[in-house]
């Protein structure tokens, strides 16, 4: 998952900042720090934080739409997924 010229695509950069708040970072630190070390163009930073904030507030309700798609339960689904 890269944008042009080997830098990572918004999506990447998004999908990075949510696994690492997975492990217990802060949201806007680590999305700091990921933005920080890439070379994307303003809108594929909005794209990014839009999607990790979107992320985050909605989680209960992904969660919520995912386990009733998911019959062994979503505790059981990889954090990846």
């Known amino acids: 998952m890269s944008g042009g010229r080997g830098q990572p695509s918004a999506r990447a950069v998004a999908h990075r900042v949510l696994a690492r708040t997975d492990k217990g970072a802060y949201a806007t630190l680590a999305l700091d720090s990921e933005l920080s070390r890439t070379a994307l163009s303003d809108a594929d930073r909005r794209l990014a934080t839009e999607l990790v904030y979107g992320t985050l507030r909605h989680r209960l309700r992904l969660d919520r739409a995912l386990a009733a798609y998911a019959p062994r339960g ?8």
Do not use: G, V
């Not at 505790?75 to 997924?81: F, H, T, V, Y």
């Open 74 to 81: 979503i505790a059981k689904l990889s954090p990846a997924l």
